[in-house]
């Protein structure tokens, strides 16, 4: 039976390691952490829970796959439900515009809020939904293993159907006239760790997602998805080693020989496949020799995409009017995007996410909220500097949301901060980026690093910095497409 060691457990490498074992591989899973999910990390503050990492889950149906792969029904693991009305978006003038896949409910708000907006929203649904159509026709399950496969006409002629030469505010402003407005579907860069005043229009299709899918919730916390992973992974018969890092890969003649594990001891494997983040992990682990197609010097000119500056706090009280999510506009946004991407700053009045999900389910935080508030912040800078003091800036974040009608330091009970500082370091993800790289120029949204590595035979990459790119969902895409060709290989 040919062995795959599979090196990182986040969500791309689970669904890597289940679909290669039902393909036939004996695999063994490599994990640094005490924990599988990487980034989907459960956390704990006395009687708060929190998911750290996605909050947000979009596709059910992706997640599903990887049961389906097992033979497994998900519904004997996870309960997706859907959020009717799942953020609430709040301005600094004191409005808001809630989002839903409820088509009248956003019609009705946009009355009130950007007449053009309700005029030209059927278009709009019309336009994303094609968008996003095109996108999982051509782009999700590829692997662009050669360059013909970059080469292909067809590809060629979606990708110039998918506006990849217009920005996302720009196509948004086709539809929507009132700033606000405009800036609440703008947000959607921020999925993919990027500017909506650069990156491309074709990513228009994660507002299909949200607007037309839907948003959901896993029952328990999403967190219960990496667990669900596990016990599957486990049940087909994968060998899960935690708190075991891959320090070191042995190359010959163009092939991985063996990794070098963080008690010394080597293993040795017919493939690796690897779930640690590419343009942190790969430099690391192979020396530059054995990488000519990529030296550190290319890594270096990839642009991260964000980190996050996330406080996690848990309340004896309950805000009334929170939701699920909840996004608090700053009044500038585009001046935020430009301190983050340009100046590589931290903006001091930034739009605040705040998920709360107790709102959903009181369970995970049955004494008060349990507020997940996260702030856009810049990557790390090249040197390891943080470039906050962290302190400073969770004091400026309460005085913002005391300011828009979030209370808070009255009724703290637990807190903890965590900076993109501790993203690095925990998932080794390069310079704490949350997606891998960023968006913003064409070439890095559209061809970003292959799935396969072009000087090492039997190493392959799934995760966010690689194709089809970063967010839970595509992770988890780009673990099932790896595996497919592996098990080709077979
Ligand atoms: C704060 C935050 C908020 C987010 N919000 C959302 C959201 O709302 N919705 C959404 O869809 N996505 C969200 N994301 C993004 C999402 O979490 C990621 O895109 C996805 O989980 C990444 O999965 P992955 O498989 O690429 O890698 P990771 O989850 O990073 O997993 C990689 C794993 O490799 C391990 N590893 C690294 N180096 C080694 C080594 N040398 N040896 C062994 N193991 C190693 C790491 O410990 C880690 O467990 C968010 C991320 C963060 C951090």
Redesign the pocket.
């Known amino acids: 039976m040919k062995k795959v060691a599979v090196?990182?457990?986040?969500?791309?490498?689970l669904s890597a390691a289940i679909s290669l074992a039902t393909k036939g591989y004996s695999v063994e899973l490599?994990?640094?952490?005490n924990h599988c999910?990487?980034?989907?990390m459960p956390y704990e503050l006395g009687t708060h829970k929190f998911d750290?990492?996605?909050?947000?889950?979009?596709m059910p149906d992706v997640f599903k796959q990887v049961f389906a792969l097992a033979s497994e029904n998900p519904d004997d693991y996870v309960t997706f439900k859907k959020l009717n009305v799942h953020t609430r978006n709040s301005f600094a003038d004191g409005s808001h515009f809630d989002f839903t896949s409820d088509r009248s409910l956003m019609k009705n708000q946009l009355v009130e809020l950007d007449s053009f907006g309700e005029a030209h929203y059927d278009s709009f649904i019309k336009e994303i939904t094609r968008l996003y159509t095109l996108s999982e026709k051509h782009f999700f399950y590829k692997t662009f293993q050669s360059y013909t496969d970059y080469l292909s006409p067809t590809l060629g002629k979606a990708l110039l159907q998918v506006r990849p030469y217009e920005s996302l505010y720009h196509f948004f402003s086709r539809y929507f006239q009132k700033k606000e407005v405009l800036e609440a579907f703008s947000r959607y860069a921020t999925?993919i760790g990027s500017s909506p005043y650069v990156s491309p229009a074709t990513f228009a299709m994660i507002a299909y997602l949200e607007l037309v899918q839907g948003v959901y919730y896993i029952e328990g916390g999403n967190v219960q998805l990496a667990k669900a992973y596990e016990k599957v992974a486990r049940k087909l018969g994968i060998t899960i080693h935690l708190n075991?890092?891959?320090?070191k890969m042995n190359v010959t003649n163009k092939k991985i020989t063996s990794l070098v594990l963080n008690d010394a001891k080597t293993a040795a494997f017919d493939e690796v496949v690897m779930?640690?983040?590419l343009l942190k992990?790969y430099p690391e682990?192979i020396h530059e020799d054995n990488r000519p197609h990529f030296t550190n010097k290319k890594r270096d000119k990839y642009q991260p995409s964000i980190s996050?500056f996330?406080i996690l706090a848990g309340l004896s009280h309950r805000n009334k009017g929170l939701l699920h999510h909840n996004v608090f506009f700053s009044r500038d946004y585009e001046k935020e995007f430009n301190d983050l991407f340009q100046s590589g700053s931290y903006s001091w009045e930034p739009t605040i996410y705040i998920s709360n999900s107790s709102y959903t389910d009181q369970s995970q935080s049955p004494d008060g909220d349990n507020l997940f508030i996260?702030v856009n912040a810049p990557a790390l800078h090249q040197d390891g500097e943080l470039g906050v003091d962290p302190e400073a800036y969770k004091q400026m974040i309460y005085d913002q949301l005391e300011k828009r009608g979030v209370q808070i330091r009255d009724f703290l009970v637990e807190e903890k901060v965590i900076t993109p500082k501790d993203?690095e370091e925990?998932?080794?993800?390069y310079r704490g980026a949350?997606?891998g790289l960023a968006s913003n120029k064409k070439i890095d949204a559209f061809l970003r690093p292959s799935n396969f590595a072009k000087d090492i035979v039997n190493l392959s990459f799934?995760?966010?910095s690689t194709h089809p790119g970063?967010?839970?969902?595509?992770?988890v895409i780009s673990g099932l497409n790896v595996a497919h060709a592996l098990g080709n290989r077979l």
């Open positions: 090196i990182g457990a986040g969500l791309g490498g490599f994990e640094k952490n999910g990487g980034k989907l750290f990492g996605p909050n947000t889950i979009t999925y075991t890092k891959v320090t779930n640690a983040d992990a682990l996050a996330v996260l993203i925990k998932f080794g993800a949350l997606y799934v995760g966010g970063g967010g839970s969902p595509m992770v």
